[in-house]
């Protein structure tokens, strides 16, 4: 789903409409640098884990697989200042403690187990309360944010410490669109706001508790319960 979004991106900054003043104003701003889809052979199977059995997810430190590798290499090479991780999560999850699903999740990592919030991280998470506020308009009460318990191998968590401020987004469910093509626009406008975000650097005006308002991930969802 995130990668079609990032194609749509891609349509909307090569067209030409009533949006071009936005369109200059980010690409002035912003260079862009985009990955569709790291692991192609795990997007086949519908799992985590690539060809070679490996969560790459969790490969940040020892790079067993070329995927990992090249990530990593990308990442020193380039130092970006922001960096996007776009994944698919559980349709099973809700929105705190509601019925509703969360349809977007998103997560500044920490770097370390002390959940440290460092210029780094606050920009990411400054970011994320922006893109949850333009969400809002669309799917109130349907986002949320993923527990920031540090995972010392993931990717997320070292960019994060590498320098590089990572903004989660995870790609959920929502009723009525199995195939996930509401949710493509959703995640199309999530990382449109972001980028806008950034290029102005309005991101300084929401604060970190605009970012700790936004629920937690609870799983609440089933296909069926027996009693």
Known sequence: TLSYALFDLLHFLNQSDEMDAVRKHML???????????NPDGAEMYTRRNALGIDMN???L???SP???????LRDELEPAFGFNLHDQSRYYTAGYTSLPATISFLAPAYDHARGINTIRERAMRTIAGMDHALQQFIPGQVAKFNDEHEPRA?????????TS????????QHGDPEKQHIRQLNFTAILSGL???????????ELADYNRIPENQRHLFDLVLR
């Open 155 to 163: 990717f997320g968590d070292n960019i994060q410490k590498w320098g």
């Open 28 to 38: 002035e701003h912003l260079t862009l640098y985009i990955v569709p889809m790291l």
């Open 196 to 206: 806008y975000l950034i290029a102005e650097e309005s991101y300084q005006a929401f």
């Open 67 to 73: 995927e990992s590798a090249l990530l990593k290499k």
């Open 58 to 60: 969790r490969d940040a």
């Open 166 to 173: 990572v903004i989660l987004v995870e790609s959920g469910g």
């Open 62 to 64: 020892r790079l067993q």
